[in-house]
């Protein structure tokens, strides 16, 4: 059973619509980080975000964090080809400190 | 200032070898982690390593090890390669028990 859901697993857009991704759990996380991964690349941090009904922006990307702190979303306006890769959120636990328990991403394809 | 960096980059394996891969962490960095990531998938937490010892560890069967040394790389060992091992293994590095991780591009393993 995967601890994070994160849905969908596949998303294909054209480039100026919006998107919305979604990452649940029945787990309370202590902080919840979003990734992106190219291919051959490891993933790199977006943000984290630590307090029950937290938004933080970055630019085009908004990200939420549930007021249970149990579920996340990404919010992506005016998306381009450039935001193309996989998305990976990722939850810590209290006492299991930078360990991360990732979901299994969603895959992001803009076409211009 | 050089990010985390792992080698080698690819690796073919027969099933029944052995396999070392290597990381070098982050500048500044002394925690060692390390992930497997199947294809399609998020990765999967093997290990931590801090002072040179285990700290955490997932749900890996103990074919997989790892250490690290005083300059605070790491290496992780499998042993005994199955079919199933094929994947991309991240090593991340990180400061301190709650910080963010920085993850290198991987070394990708296939195992014939």
């Known amino acids: 059973t995967q601890l994070l859901e994160q849905s969908p697993q596949f998303l294909s857009i054209q480039e100026g619509e919006n998107l919305t991704v979604y990452c649940n759990s029945s787990s309370v996380f202590s902080s919840l980080q979003w990734y992106r991964q190219e291919p051959g690349e490891g993933p790199v941090l977006l943000v984290t975000?630590?307090?029950?009904?937290e938004v933080k922006k970055l630019k085009r990307l908004t990200f939420q964090f549930g007021d249970a702190r149990k579920d996340s979303s990404l919010h992506i306006t005016a998306a381009q080809t450039g935001d193309t890769g996989l998305y990976l959120c990722?939850?810590?636990?209290?006492?299991?400190?930078?360990?991360?328990?990732f979901g299994e991403g969603t895959q992001l394809t803009v076409n211009p | 200032d050089a990010g985390v960096t792992q080698s080698p980059t690819h690796l073919i394996k027969t099933r029944g070898q052995q396999v070392t891969l290597r990381c070098s962490p982050k500048?500044?960095?002394?925690?060692v982690s390390w992930y497997q990531q199947a294809l399609g998938q998020g990765p999967q937490f093997i290990f931590q390593?801090?002072?040179?010892?285990?700290?955490q560890r997932g749900n890996f069967p103990d074919r997989f090890s790892g250490h690290q040394f005083p300059n605070y790389s790491s290496e992780l060992n499998v042993n005994a390669l199955l079919l199933g091992d094929s994947a991309l293994y991240l090593c991340?590095?990180?400061?301190?028990?709650?910080?963010?991780?920085?993850f290198g591009n991987g070394t990708r393993l296939t195992v014939t």
């Open positions: 390593y801090y002072e040179e010892e285990e700290r």
């Open positions: 991340a590095s990180s400061t301190e028990f709650y910080s963010p991780l920085h």
């Open positions: 500048s500044g960095h002394d925690t």
């Open positions: 975000v630590v307090t029950g009904g």
């Open positions: 990722a939850g810590a636990f209290q006492t299991s400190g930078s360990r991360l328990t």
